[in-house]
């Protein structure tokens, strides 16, 4: 867990509170006809079941980790236990659908929901999200194979394990929860919100970071290649922008009736004070990169402004084709005679397009420095005006803040003293209900700033 340790975990945690992000869940659904085994598979002591990281090739502790009671990396194993929880309990009643932890509309993100597929003796559904929701099921694939010699991670591959190392992977893996996916039990309706669903929210690579049972060690490295933080958070943003709009395009989750499927929409655009006097008190601020008239509810851009600011560093030859893509769509959405769905298809296409040029290209330390530089110039910072934004954009610095720690180019000590700038940004968004724009762009421009000062 070195990698995750010199994060704003504080940070994090108040901006967690409010997001309800720990109840959130990424599961998986069967492949093919392989046979699902269940955590106990993997818990030997002479696999990942000992109570102390000390393996000679994994920590094998791993089991552990994803058990631990009280921080983020064991809310996988809690995910089954907070249905039965009162607030589980509430959603499932207010919209009839009987017990929580019997509810496939749950059961899709808060465990390893197969119905479909074969079951070893030691599933056990109450496990939660277990190994085999990230990691591909085990049975008559890697199960027996992957710690043998002359086992490699190629050959584990090519027996079904899920290959996480790969960003592009890893984040529709991830979001076919922390966003949503077309698969059983797998997308949070704006239902499930009004009857107290927590809101949804992903960033690749502090996710990653907060769930992280492994050491980045040589042995690592040369069996997967050293990870990096910008790569995985960039291309997290381009696979967020591309499930959102892939989403949203598709009638069957798009529309509800008459309406738009609130989900996609941004929630505080709506959810303010409202108040019928004379004496009015605006709490709607014009965004200059959604082209929507006044009092319109926006689609939540959260990640697309951060990927406008990835293609503007990383992928310039596309930037302006994905601005205008993002400024098309938003228009559509407001009502100005294009078609919003096929305006969702041709945004999600240039995601896609960017997804797979950040995935592909080298990466060096210039490049977070870069992304940061354009997080806070003034083509993107006037954009930061809601409250969802502007937690993405704090994340985002925090996370290439930590990257940059991580290969060497900025000190511990130095990056200490960052994270009090930084600490001011995730405190202007700690309470959606207190948010102030003018106050978050200051804190973050404070942050960005003393960054700037070390490159």
Same mark, same amino acid.
């Given at each position: 867990?070195?990698?995750?340790l ?7 945690a108040?901006?967690f509170?409010?997001?309800?992000l ?6 998986a ?5 392989a046979q ?7 818990a030997?002591s002479t696999c990942h079941g ?7 090739v994994v920590?094998?502790?791993?089991i552990?980790t994803?058990q ?6 064991g809310?996988?194993?809690?995910a ?7 607030r589980g ?5 207010t ?5 929580a ?14 119905p479909?597929?074969?079951k070893?003796?030691r $599933? ?5 999200v277990?190994?085999?929701?990230c &990691?591909?099921?085990?049975?008559d694939a890697?199960?027996s194979? &992957?710690?043998?010699?002359p086992a490699t &991670?190629a050959s584990?591959?090519?027996d ?5 190392e790969q ?14 996916s077309?698969?059983?039990?797998q997308?949070?309706?704006?239902s ?6 927590p ?6 690579d502090?996710f ?8 980045i060690?040589?042995?690592?490295v ?7 933080a910008?790569r995985?958070w ?5 696979e967020a ?12 989750f798009g529309?509800e009736?008459? $309406?738009?499927?609130y989900y ?9 004070e ?9 709490? $709607? ?8 008239p006044f009092g319109n509810?926006?689609?939540?851009d959260e990640?697309? #402004? ?7 560093a990383?992928?310039p030859?596309?930037?302006d ?7 098309s769509f ?5 009502g100005?005679?294009?078609d919003?769905?096929?305006?969702? #298809?041709?945004l ?24 940061i530089g354009?997080i806070?110039?003034?083509a993107i910072?006037?954009r930061?005006t809601?409250?969802?934004g502007?937690?993405?954009a704090?994340?985002?610095?925090d ?9 060497g180019?900025?000190t511990s000590?130095a ?5 009090s ?5 995730y405190?202007a ?9 003018d106050?978050?762009r ?5 942050a960005i ?7």
């Amino acid at each position: 867990m070195a990698n995750s340790l010199s994060r704003n975990v504080a940070g994090f945690a108040r901006v967690f509170a409010v997001l309800g992000l720990i109840a959130i869940y990424p599961a998986a659904t069967a492949s093919g006809n392989a046979q699902f085994e269940g955590v106990a598979s993997c818990a030997g002591s002479t696999c990942h079941g000992r109570a102390e990281g000390n393996g000679a090739v994994v920590r094998q502790d791993e089991i552990a980790t994803w058990q631990e009671p009280s921080s983020p990396s064991g809310a996988h194993s809690r995910a089954y236990a907070v249905l039965a929880g009162r607030r589980g309990q509430q959603i499932t009643a207010t919209l009839g659908l009987g017990d929580a932890t019997q509810a496939k509309e749950c059961l899709g993100c808060h465990a390893t929901y197969v119905p479909s597929a074969p079951k070893g003796p030691r $599933f056990q559904l109450s496990d939660g999200v277990g190994c085999e929701s990230c &990691h591909g099921p085990a049975g008559d694939a890697w199960l027996s194979s &992957h710690y043998a010699r002359p086992a490699t &991670h190629a050959s584990n591959v090519a027996d079904g394990l899920t290959p996480l190392e790969q960003p592009q992977v890893r984040a529709n893996v991830c979001l076919d929860c922390h966003y949503g996916s077309t698969k059983p039990g797998q997308f949070v309706t704006h239902s499930m919100m009004a009857a107290g669903h927590p809101r949804v929210s992903f960033e690749l690579d502090l996710f990653s970071a907060l769930q992280q049972h492994h050491n980045i060690d040589d042995d690592y490295v040369q069996r997967k290649r050293k990870p990096n933080a910008v790569r995985f958070w960039a291309v997290g943003q381009a696979e967020a922008v591309r499930r959102a709009t892939g989403l949203f395009a598709n009638p069957k989750f798009g529309m509800e009736g008459i $309406f738009p499927q609130y989900y996609f929409l941004d929630c505080h655009s709506c959810h303010r004070e409202i108040q019928d006097s004379s004496q009015r008190r605006l709490t $709607f601020e014009e965004n200059p990169g959604r082209p929507i008239p006044f009092g319109n509810a926006p689609f939540n851009d959260e990640s697309i #402004i951060m990927l406008t600011a990835v293609a503007g560093a990383l992928v310039p030859g596309q930037a302006d084709e994905f601005r205008a893509a993002s400024r098309s769509f938003h228009a559509a959405m407001g009502g100005n005679g294009s078609d919003p769905r096929e305006a969702a #298809i041709a945004l999600s296409q240039r995601a896609g397009a960017l997804s797979n040029a950040l995935s592909q290209r080298a990466y060096a330390n210039a490049d977070a420095f870069r992304v940061i530089g354009i997080i806070g110039d003034n083509a993107i910072r006037p954009r930061f005006t809601d409250y969802s934004g502007s937690v993405q954009a704090v994340m985002a610095i925090d996370t290439l803040l930590n990257g940059l720690v991580t290969n060497g180019r900025v000190t511990s000590g130095a990056a200490a003293g960052i994270r009090s700038d930084i600490n001011k940004a995730y405190a202007a968004v700690q309470e959606p209900n207190a948010y102030d724009p003018d106050n978050f762009r200051a804190s973050l421009a404070s942050a960005i700033a003393a960054i700037r000062r070390l490159s």
